[in-house]
């Protein structure tokens, strides 16, 4: 069973920028392909960007391509997340969540997920 633990989260002025961080525990990481997904109250939780197990591959959202940057690193079993030119539309929990058979980017993609950070981006 692996685990999953995100940080990085906060409060932000529209324009700036967080960084998101997830550390991997229990399994070997690099077997593993990574997403971030988020999810603003009273709505359905949402694909924000994945990455393949080596890194070579991304996807992104079409609301956060050019302003989200992923990628991982297997040394320190860690996946991130850079956000930058945030906007108060961002506002969100923000979840790690971790694959190693299925492909794809729906939430049923992912069988295991962290608990969640919060951002909250100010106008």
């Known amino acids: 069973q692996v685990q999953l633990v995100e940080s990085g989260g906060g409060m932000v002025q529209a324009g700036g920028s967080l960084r998101l961080s997830c550390v991997v525990s229990g399994d070997t990481f690099k077997s593993y392909r990574m997403g971030w997904f988020r999810q603003a109250p009273g709505k359905e939780r949402e694909f924000v960007a994945a990455?393949?197990?080596?890194?070579?591959?991304?996807s992104y959202a079409d609301s956060v391509k050019g302003r989200f940057t992923v990628s991982r690193d297997n040394a320190k079993n860690t996946v991130y997340l850079q956000m930058n030119s945030l906007k108060p539309e961002d506002t969100a929990v923000y979840y790690c969540?971790?694959?190693?058979?299925?492909?794809?980017?729906?939430?049923?993609?992912?069988?295991?997920w962290g608990q969640g950070t919060q951002v909250t981006v100010s106008p």
């Open positions: 990455i393949s197990w080596s890194g070579a591959g991304t």
């Open positions: 969540a971790a694959d190693r058979v299925r492909f794809g980017i729906r939430v049923e993609d992912f069988g295991s």
